[in-house]
Each structure stands twice: as structure tokens, then as C-alpha cells.
């Protein structure tokens, strides 16, 4: 097993990073909880896969245990569907002394830490992740948030899991497209932080040998986060090299109303995005374009921005989160494989970053 210690200033918390973990969770949380009322919340798909498992073992060491399963997807990540976890949490009697669960990906993760943040002023809530995108990162550091019409995650709050409960075993069951989605975010950590992580993904042959290695991705990806965490917890500072891809990523994600591309595959066109451009304006290192769409394309992931109306997305982005005053916004771009930064740029200028041609 491999365990991550997260130490905040006013929170320290494990990550559990081990095969199998999922069977065993109620005997690690029994000698913490113990006759504790637990409430899972999940997604209709992770439910028929590992609900029971996860359960048994719960059951297993003397916890009550409800459970709240809601439509799988981003669509599933709004105020509408957190009123109706709010219901049940309210129907169950759950107490601020009982504990929230979150199994599934990242937009379970998201809405159910929002819910446990917020639901009687806050409640304690713990980790499950089961795609390779809450595995590496969104599980990880506390943000929990929702979407609102205008963007995405502008209504959220840093609000960290008591434990974090990572099963490489689970990943076994992702179809190419969510396995796909998941390496975008492996692949961010590589170039933003740590070149081995995709010298590694470059040597494998298969997706196999990939799952097989998962554990030390993991693990790299986790502990490159916890220290960005560690040192930035609020995100404003070197944490924000975390968001390489996603200003672009998350306004193509709503541009096509959360339905053409996943948030891997929008961030992958992120990347590349401005990596191109980066490259060409003299930021960015020689040949990372190249090599960035190399292994995104060896992943199953798209590198090519498609054809759109880009000044939506440009207006897109003033809203979002990374926004300052000044009308400026923070951009992450590279200087070189494994070395990214932080720069402020005025919005007008962001399709200068984005769009080598005329706006259509």
C-alpha cells in the first residue's frame, strides 16, 4: 500500500492508495467511526458495478448505511440534483455526527463534497474515487463544487475528505472513452510538473501494461498534487499550474452543452491549444507541441481545436474562475516538458493565446 499524507494547516488527512482497498474501507473506518450512520452517494453506473462491494463492507463492521444514486454525467452536476441529495439526506436523518461517502468519478466527488460542505453547516465525508481522473486529481485537495448555466464549478468551496480511499482495481472496468478521458489528466501532470510520468505512459505498448502501472502513476500524480496543495491551498498561486488545459477545456466543455467531448477530452484539446501557440509565439520550448500530440494521440485523445464559433468561447472564458481584476486572467502555459507557469493576461488579448487565425 501506498499511503500520501496531506498536512494542511488546519486539516491532515491520508490518501490510501492500494489494490483491493474498496473490500476492506468499513474495517479501516470502523477504528475511526465506529456506529457511525454512513450515506454513499453515487452514480447509476458505479452503483451496479461496485455499490455492493462497498456496502458489504461497511455492513460488515457495523455501520447503517443509505445510499443516494443519481444519473451518471455532468448533467447530474447542478443545484437541482443537489436539492434532491439534500432530500434524502433530510429523509435518512442524517446528522452532522454522520458520514458521507462519495463513490465514483469526479462529478460524484464533486457534487457529494459540495453536499457534505454544506448540508448542516458541514458534515464529514470521505473519498471513493473510481475513474482515473478522480484517482490522479479531482479527489485530491478539497475542491468540491457545482455548475451553474453560465460556467462550470462557480458555485463550490474548498472543503477536504477525512480520508481518501484509492482502488487501482476499479479501473479495470473503464471502456476505452473513460480510460481515454482519465490519461488527459496523467498526461497534464507530466508536462506541468513531473517529464517521467510520460517517458513512463511512452513506453507502454498496451492499455494492460498501462493498468498494470497504475499504482506508481497514482502515486506520482497524487504527490505532486499534495505538494501544490500544501503550499497553495486556496489556489492562488503555484497550485494554478493544476489548470493547464482547462480554461479552454471547461468552455468547450459548455459550448457544446457538456454533450460532444468529456472534461479529459476538452482538456486535451486545452493543451494542445495553447501549446501550439505558446510554441509559436517563442514561450514554449521547441518541439512540446509535437511531442504533447504524440502521446495524446497514443492515449486515444484529441489535439485539434474544432470548428466553432470562437468568440462564444472567448466570452466563455471572462467568466471564468481564473478571472482577475483589471480584466486580466491567469493562463498556464509551458516553458518546457515538465515546467509550466503562470501568466496574466488581458482578456482581450486571450485569443491572441488561443487562435492563430481569423475568428469564425
Known sequence: MNIIDIALKEKCYKIYIERGILKSAGEKLKSVYRDRSIVVITDHNVEKLYLDALKKSLLDNGFKVNTI?????????????????????????????????????????????????????????????????????????????????????????????????????????????????GMSEVIKYGFIRDKSILKDLNSYSKKNETLDNMENIIYKCCNIKKQLVETDERDLGDRMILNFGHTLGHSLERYYDYGKYSHGEAVSIGMACITKRTEEMGITENGTYDYMKCILKKYGLPTHMPDLDRQVIINSIALDKKSLGENLINLIVLEEVGKAKIMKVKISQVYDFLFSDKIK
Open 69 to 181: 444514486s443519481i444519473a451518471p454525467g455532468e448533467k447530474s452536476k447542478t443545484l437541482g440534483v443537489l436539492e434532491e441529495v439534500y432530500e434524502k439526506l433530510c429523509k435518512f436523518n442524517t446528522r452532522r455526527s454522520d458520514i458521507i461517502v462519495s463513490l465514483g468519478g469526479g462529478v460524484v466527488g464533486d457534487l457529494a463534497g459540495f453536499a457534505a460542505a454544506t448540508y448542516l453547516r458541514g458534515i464529514r465525508y470521505i473519498q471513493v474515487p473510481t475513474s482515473i481522473l478522480a484517482q490522479v486529481d479531482s479527489s485530491v485537495g478539497g475542491k468540491v463544487a457545482v455548475d451553474l448555466p453560465w460556467g462550470k464549478n462557480l458555485v463550490g468551496n474548498f472543503y477536504h475528505p477525512d480520508a481518501i480511499f484509492i482502488d487501482p482495481e476499479v479501473l479495470i472496468s473503464l471502456n476505452d472513452k473513460f480510460f481515454s478521458d
